[in-house]
C-alpha cells in the first residue's frame, strides 16, 4: 500500500538548519510531482514547495522562498526539504504528498519542526 515516512525533524535555534526526509513507497515516485505541506498548531496545513516528477522545476511558498530548497532522488523514492535560516513561525509538523491539484495519497505521521531558543 502507499506509504509516506517522513523524518529528520527535531528542535533547532532560530538561524540553524535541518533537512527533512520522506520515503515514499506503494507508488512509482518517479512519475509523480511532490510536495511538502506544513501545519501549525491551530492553523490549517499549507503548502510549503512542489517540485516536478524528474527535479527540474520547483516553486515554494512566498514565506519560505530562498531559505528552502526541495529535491528528490527517484532511484530511493526520497523527497527532501533542506530548511535553512530558520525562524520560530517554521514551527509546524511537516508531511509530504502529491501536490494540492491531485487526490491525496495516504498522510504519514509528519515530522515535528521546533524553532525556538
Known amino acids: 500500500q502507499v506509504q509516506l515516512v517522513e523524518s529528520g525533524g527535531g528542535l533547532v535555534q532560530p538561524g540553524g538548519s535541518l533537512r527533512l526526509s520522506c520515503a515514499a513507497s506503494g507508488f512509482t515516485f518517479s512519475r509523480y510531482r511532490m510536495s511538502w505541506y506544513r501545519q501549525a498548531p491551530g492553523k490549517e496545513r499549507e503548502l510549503v514547495a512542489t517540485?516536478?516528477?524528474?527535479?527540474?522545476?520547483?516553486n515554494y511558498a512566498d514565506s519560505v522562498k530562498g531559505r528552502f530548497t526541495i529535491s528528490r532522488d527517484n532511484a530511493k523514492s526520497t523527497l527532501y526539504l533542506q530548511m535553512n535560516s530558520l525562524k520560530p513561525e517554521d514551527t509546524a509538523v511537516y508531511y509530504c504528498?502529491?501536490?494540492?491539484?491531485?487526490?491525496?495519497?495516504?498522510w504519514g505521521q509528519g515530522t515535528q519542526v521546533t524553532v525556538s531558543s
Open positions: 504528498n502529491v501536490p494540492p491539484d491531485r487526490a491525496p495519497v495516504s
Open positions: 517540485i516536478t516528477s524528474v527535479g527540474g522545476g520547483t
